[in-house]
């Protein structure tokens, strides 16, 4: 069964640190990029960050410099590192597996885990 779970969400003050986790039940090695969207209450859902199997980043405008993505091909894991974090970075947070990058191809998600900021 193809799954992604998630963990490492919860109520953090503002400026304060988190770290999630992705763990894959299928290997990564071959996925062409691991992502972590986030949606807000009444919000779209976004592309916070993302990394290719060629090992590039991306992310978006308001995570750069306080976000990382890292992802453990072996351990097929994807981490997000959070740091000075703000209260508009309040979300569900969902993995994301983007087999090829095409984007009509199926992709794979997580059940996503609530990540709050407020002191």
């Known amino acids: 069964q193809v799954q992604l779970v998630e963990s490492g969400g919860g109520l953090v003050q503002p400026g304060g640190s988190l770290r999630l986790s992705c763990a894959a039940s299928f290997s990564i090695y071959n996925i062409y990029a691991m992502n972590w969207y986030r949606q807000a209450p009444g919000k779209q859902r976004e592309l916070v960050a993302s990394?290719?199997?060629?090992?590039?980043?991306r992310y978006v405008d308001s995570a750069q410099g306080r976000f990382t993505i890292s992802r453990d091909n072996a351990k097929n894991t994807v981490n997000l590192q959070m740091s000075r974090l703000k209260p508009e970075d309040t979300a569900v947070y969902y993995c994301?597996?983007?087999?090829?990058?095409?984007?009509?191809?199926?992709?794979?998600w997580g059940q996503g885990t609530q990540v709050t900021v407020s002191s």
């Open positions: 994301n597996a983007d087999p090829t990058g095409l984007p009509t191809a199926r992709q794979y």
């Open positions: 990394m290719t199997n060629g090992g590039i980043r």
